[in-house]
């Protein structure tokens, strides 16, 4: 009995996350959002498993970011001055989370277009790769 209770659990589980990573990497800019942003990879190098929140409500996921690319512009309900960003680089996890989080001395942005640039600082070693992160408005 226990162990059909796991395993019901475990599959309920399975699908909500699917379902919210499906649903949170596939919005499409609204026209009436006031916030939308595209991700740039600045770097030469490509980017996995990218997740970058910019906002407390707002995630944003893509599976691959290649070196140079610029994903399409999406809708979100807030960015911040600093985003939270986890990615791989050369199979690495690596992070840039701002230590205030999306309070205090990380005010939002006011509302409009724009593009977050990652560019990956090499370590002298690929595993010691980090982000370098910065926040431009489009069309300014």
């Not at 949170?24 to 498993?49: E, G, K, M, Q, Y």
């Not at 707002?58 to 070196?67: G, K, L, Y």
């Not at 939270?84 to 509302?111: D, S, W």
């Amino acid at each position: 009995m226990r162990a059909r209770f796991v395993r019901r659990w475990s599959l309920l589980v399975g699908v909500t996350l699917a379902v919210a990573a499906c649903s949170s990497s596939s919005s499409s800019p609204d026209p009436s959002s006031s916030f939308t942003v595209r991700i740039r990879n600045a770097s030469a190098t490509p980017l996995t498993a990218v997740h970058v929140a910019t906002g407390p409500n707002d995630e944003i996921v893509e599976s691959t970011i290649a070196a140079g690319q610029t994903t399409t512009e999406r809708a979100v309900s807030s960015i911040h001055s600093a985003v939270a960003i986890n990615a791989r680089v050369y199979g690495q996890a690596v992070a840039l989370i701002p230590v205030e989080g999306f309070a205090g001395f990380n005010p939002e942005l006011p509302p409009g277009r724009y593009e977050i640039a990652i560019t990956v600082r090499a370590g002298s070693v690929p595993t010691e790769a980090a982000l370098d992160v910065s926040i431009a408005k489009i069309g300014q």
